[in-house]
């Protein structure tokens, strides 16, 4: 049995879709926090079970009978180490025989203060004892495409990451690896530094905003702060701006950046190239 956790988030509902032309749905167990969220998942014949990041119990009870797990990193910054602790000591207590942790790109060395509970989580994988392997995320070329309304309406792209090239691959993708890590044997003790073929910088972007819209839109470069600032100015949460400013921040430093194309071996295809992203979004 193959468990998900967070199968009904963004990510988890992709990989669930790719396992799915890998192994049979009687073989699925998602992991989610509202079963009722989960018809969908059902229907198609996969077991749905309750497992909240926060709750030992239930996760212990959630991943009884699970071989290999998908743990995919909590959404919610700030109490991932905690809840991913409780997620690997379950695993540990039922006897799970395989963990794939989504982490970040070059984690140990990343100047995004995101990687700090990242190397915490892959510190306690480390030290459970149970075999292991570390999907090193890159940034997700939606984070970026979330902005392109407004910036397509103001004719302005803003940021702090100034020249810094950002090598991303889109959920799709990484679900693509995720799916074939968990599903197939001899991935323990692997690291995959994973990003996207193709590396761009927000001023690029905002040039390729421009070309599919019909409308003139440039990059404005601004500090960590004023950038944190100004997200807060249209309304999102403290801690989320702060982290995307300071993620801005590690781009500029090369945090978002890799060359090697591992993604893209492992999946078997080309990532998908910004200019398509862009279009689907539009």
């Known amino acids: 049995m193959i468990a998900i956790t967070g199968a009904t988030g963004q990510l988890g509902q992709l990989v669930i879709a790719e396992l799915l032309t890998r192994v049979a749905a009687s073989q699925i167990v998602a992991i989610v926090r509202n079963p009722a969220k989960a018809d969908d998942l059902r229907q198609q014949g996969i077991t749905v079970r309750e497992g909240d990041y926060n709750d030992p119990a239930a996760l212990t009870a ?111 993708d990484y679900a693509a690896a995720a799916a074939r890590v968990i599903s197939e044997d001899g991935h323990a003790g692997k690291i995959y530094e994973l990003a996207g073929d193709s590396a761009w910088t927000l001023s690029e972007l905002a040039a390729a905003l421009s070309k599919h819209s019909g409308k003139p839109v440039t990059y404005q470069n601004l500090s960590e702060a004023d950038f944190a600032a100004a997200l807060k100015g249209v309304g999102l949460p403290a801690p989320i701006a702060d982290m995307l400013a300071d993620s801005d921040t590690g781009a500029a430093k090369g945090g978002l950046f890799d060359d090697s194309h591992t993604l893209s071996r492992l999946i078997g295809r080309p990532t998908t190239a910004l200019e398509k992203s862009i279009e689907r979004s539009l």
Do not use: C, M
């Open 62 to 172: 959630a991943l009884q009978g699970v071989d290999k797990l998908l743990l995919i990193s909590s959404s919610e910054v700030g109490k991932r180490a905690a809840q991913h602790r409780n997620v690997i000591n379950a695993a540990r207590t039922v006897g799970v025989k395989f963990i794939a942790y989504t982490s970040l790109l070059h984690a140990d060395t990343s100047p995004l203060g995101l990687h700090v509970e990242h190397v915490d989580t892959e510190k306690q994988l480390a030290a459970s004892g149970i075999p292991y392997a570390l999907l090193r995320n890159g940034w997700y070329t939606e984070n970026y495409l979330a902005s392109a309304p407004p910036a397509i309406e103001h004719g302005v792209f803003i940021g702090a990451a100034g020249d810094g090239k950002i090598a991303s691959a889109t959920r799709a």
